[in-house]
């Protein structure tokens, strides 16, 4: 099992922009001294939810300051972004940090956000399918030709070249079932979770689906990886880490659900139900309710360990993104967190 750290960059009232930032590159630099195997950072525009709005900028600020962990995005919105700068960008990243890219990609899912770039959300498929060929054609291919609807290429040659051969592991997040198969018919990485709106039950079946696909796609299912994000606190005892961490979590679903279910836009017509599914959750939101659904794993770390090794065993993840940095949840106790996720957790799942 492998450990990362997700990194949202929210902003809750009270706190400056700047201050947020350095707290949020702090937790990120001392992850490889705790024993993390990766930092995400997440795109996110124009609200508190979260201001990351170029994940390549803060893991550009760590690269030449750590010299293990992997440096990968939770994700990058491709239909935001021309496809050729994204595989210019992290190709100078994985430069710049001696080949540490992991690339996580999606298509967005806040209408708020296709909203403020003018970009119509029920075309966000289509946009998303044709920038990750082009992306990847960019990384494989000396030269790029490509003629889509969106995008249209003639003999263009990409520089740099990613220092990973072929190219940075890229990741695809998924919701939906097609996702998980697109995913390994693609022959990406997995990157999901039972935070919105699904279950360890659901997770599981679906990820069964995706190795099915990455084996029909003749790939080695071996040789994939899957990532779960997960809120998780390892606190020093089970009634101290639910103090803490439950205020910081209830913020995030109903800051979460203010957006995500809004009426802005017109999502795709796939996205309805799930839109539903987290409208709901977040209007009665129950802290037992959340540790039940499998979103957050809380609790001293002896009870951390043995949830995470359900969600190995039974789920087939393999990579752990912790989301513990939450609504504004202080640097000393998502420290103290690290920690004891260090001595612990990790070590137990190794």
Known sequence: MKFGMLHLF???MGRSDQEMLDEQVELMEAAEGFGFDSVWPAEHHFTEYGFCASPALPLAAIARRTRRIRLGTGVVVLPFHHPLRV??????????????????????????EFQGFGIDQARSREIFDEALEVLLQAWREPRVHFDGRHFRF??????????????????????????????GRLGCNLLCSPVFGGSLQVARDRIERYREALARAGHDPAGHEVGALVMVYAG????????????????????????VASKLGQPPIETYEWYAQIRDLARQVQWDQLLDHGAVICGEPEYVAERVRDLRENAGVDHLLCWTRLGGLANEKVLGHMERMRDVVIPALR
């Open 87 to 112: 595989a210019e960008d992290f190709a100078m990243l994985d430069n710049l940090s001696g080949g540490r890219v992991e690339l996580g990609v999606g298509r967005g899912y806040q209408p708020i």
């Open 154 to 183: 003639h003999d263009v040659e990409v520089r740099p070249r990613p220092l990973q051969k072929p190219h940075p592991p890229v990741w695809l997040a998924a919701l939906s079932e097609e996702s998980f198969e697109k995913a």
């Open 10 to 12: 929210e902003s809750p």
């Open 236 to 259: 020093k005892n089970q009634e101290q880490a639910r103090r803490e961490f439950a205020d910081p979590v209830i913020w995030y679903f109903r800051t979460f659900g203010k957006y």
